[in-house]
């Protein structure tokens, strides 16, 4: 069975910096897509960050434009979000998402709190 299994949330004062990982397990990590989604209280999981497979490529939400930043290493089925700069409105639940749309596979992580408060 297919695992996403994210650590590195907490408790961080507006500022500071936290890095999410992602770790993959029982499937070809390499050829996925891999994406880190949020979810906010009182709104819809939305997408913060993505890397192609070939991790050549990435995308990134307006709202954490230039904070920050994902990365992966396929040696070792890993995925990271690197978030500095944090403010208040970060504060959510983080998910890790792969995606393979040519066999349909979209699998997810448990999520991992982040919450930014003083």
């Known amino acids: 069975q297919v695992l996403l299994l994210e650590s590195g949330g907490g408790l961080v004062q507006p500022g500071g910096s936290l890095r999410l990982s992602c770790a993959a397990t029982?499937?070809?990590?390499?050829?996925?897509?891999m994406n880190w989604y949020r979810q906010t209280s009182g709104n819809e999981r939305e997408l913060v960050a993505n890397i192609t497979s070939s991790g050549s490529s990435t995308n990134y939400a307006d709202s954490v434009k230039d904070r920050f930043t994902i990365s992966r290493d396929d040696a070792n089925n890993m995925v990271y979000l690197q978030m500095n700069n944090l403010k208040p409105e970060d504060t959510g639940v983080y998910y890790c998402?792969?995606?393979?749309?040519?066999?349909?596979?979209?699998?997810w992580g448990q999520g991992t709190q982040v919450t930014v408060s003083s």
């Open positions: 029982r499937f070809v990590f390499s050829i996925y897509v």
């Open positions: 998402n792969a995606v393979f749309r040519q066999l349909g596979h979209n699998f």
